[in-house]
């Protein structure tokens, strides 16, 4: 079985720095990927880890230890759009396919 | 580029009825992927289609959940004698090939049974 672990919520004022963590337990690990989702909308792709080590894209970057089985989430400079539900999923490689599957969510409040 | 359409964006239903949720993948995208996405939770996979087949179904909770892409680009999901658990958000996903890791979600069809 598969499963990521990652926190319900967080809370941070615009401007400032938040890590969002995740760890996972699974089988035919291949990466793991973060989603960004606003209330009512789709998953967005942010970023994808398949080695060790940190990824930027902008305000935004990911990291991956695969010998821990932990990888997070950093979002610098915050702004209010930045408001949504975060998500880490594990990537696993079946059947010629890549299924994700998902934590349960980080739900990210930025104030003013 | 037009993104991901899935229609009808909303269903409300009857316990016991057959519901039908319709997914426009990214034009070209040969993967495509069903999740269910229940309220506060992450999206969990159900189907994956590589083409016309359907390569991975290990996600069908039960056999009241049927999904077809007969022509390789939209796909149908298909929910025969729907219960009240069945009411979540169902989420489409479509990627370029079947080994890209980024894939691409539609808006979702919420279903609610009543």
């Known amino acids: 079985g598969q499963s990521l672990e990652q926190p319900s919520e967080v809370t941070a004022v615009e401007g400032a720095i938040v890590q969002i963590n995740c760890t996972y337990q699974?089988?035919?690990?291949?990466?793991l990927s973060w989603y960004q989702q606003h209330d009512g909308g789709a998953p967005t792709f942010l970023s994808y880890?398949?080695?060790?080590g940190l990824e930027e894209t902008g305000r935004f970057s990911s990291f991956l230890s695969r010998s821990d089985s932990y990888g997070y989430l950093l979002l610098q400079e915050l702004q209010m759009k930045d408001s949504a539900s975060y998500f880490c999923?594990?990537?696993?490689?079946?059947?010629?396919?890549?299924?994700?599957?998902f934590g349960g969510g980080t739900r990210l409040m930025v104030k003013p | 580029g037009a993104g991901v359409s899935q229609t009808p964006s909303n269903k409300v239903t009857e316990k016991g009825k057959y519901v039908e949720l319709r997914c426009d993948p990214i034009?070209?995208?040969?993967?495509l992927y069903w999740y269910r996405q229940s309220l506060g939770q992450g999206p969990e996979f159900l189907i994956y289609?590589?083409?016309?087949?359907?390569?991975?179904d290990s996600g069908l909770p039960n056999d009241r959940f049927f999904a077809v892409r007969p022509e390789g680009s939209v796909s149908t999901l298909k929910i025969q004698r729907t219960e009240r658990g069945d009411s979540a958000v169902y989420l489409c996903?479509?990627?370029?090939?079947?080994?890209?890791?980024?894939?691409?979600f539609g808006p979702g069809t919420r279903l609610t049974v009543l």
């Open positions: 996903a479509s990627s370029q090939t079947s080994g890209s890791y980024e894939q691409f």
């Open positions: 699974t089988s035919g690990f291949y990466g």
């Open positions: 880890n398949a080695l060790d």
């Open positions: 999923a594990v990537r696993r490689v079946e059947n010629a396919g890549n299924m994700l599957t």
């Open positions: 034009s070209g995208h040969t993967a």
């Open positions: 289609f590589q083409g016309t087949g359907a390569a991975d």
